[in-house]
């Protein structure tokens, strides 16, 4: 139980830090691309200029935000949400069924997003090589992906976290009193 209650602190500890610090970051992000995005509409019909760079800028921006917060989703457990299934799984008497689920999509997010990050090495290396640049010339696209590739990896830390916290939770038999959540996923 002792390695277990330091599994749970170290577990919450990572989230919760995940939580303010992309959070925080992706709301930043959306608040700065949005106003951006409004300048540059008042900059185009009122004024009749814009950037050249100012859309791939707003798609960067809004994408790496997006790119932070799913990760945050996950902690939340509202990525990929389900839950009317699961509540009737549960309705109907269900509980091992539903714990098995919460396991079985927990590993299989933080499986799935771990090889995304894992490939994703390879297009930031064949990205920095060949100088890839947006639409407009003016941004490198290996920051965007890399961004990408940490959302994902995060995300799969995230999941893996929660697989070993499921696993637990199905072995001490909490699937049987445990109610399902609005937001559980798979």
Not at 43 to 52: A, C, K, L, S, W
Not at 82 to 96: I, T, Y
Not at 138 to 158: C, D, E, Q, T
Request: charge should be negative; glycine fraction near 6%.
């Amino acid at each position: 139980m002792i390695i277990m209650d330091n599994f749970y602190k170290i577990s919450n500890k990572i989230q919760s830090s995940i939580t303010a610090v992309l959070g925080k970051c992706s709301a930043f992000l959306m608040i700065a691309v949005t106003l951006f995005a409004l300048a540059e509409i008042i900059r185009r019909y009122i004024f009749g200029v814009v950037f050249e760079w100012g859309q791939d800028a707003v798609i960067y921006m809004m994408v790496s935000s997006v790119a932070f917060y799913i990760c945050v989703t996950q902690i939340n457990r509202n990525h990929l949400v389900m839950s009317a299934v699961l509540q009737l799984l549960n309705s109907k008497g269900f509980h091992r069924t539903v714990g098995f689920c919460k396991i079985f999509v927990s590993l299989f997010v933080s499986v799935f997003t771990g090889s995304l990050t894992y490939t994703a090495y390879s297009t930031v290396e064949y990205s920095i090589q060949i100088g890839e640049r947006t639409e407009s010339l003016f941004f490198f696209m290996w920051p965007f992906y890399f961004i990408l590739a940490l959302g994902m990896g995060l995300m799969s830390l995230v999941a893996f976290l929660q697989f070993i916290e499921d696993i637990h939770s199905y072995i001490k038999g909490e699937h049987f009193t445990a109610e399902v959540e609005a937001a559980t996923d798979v």
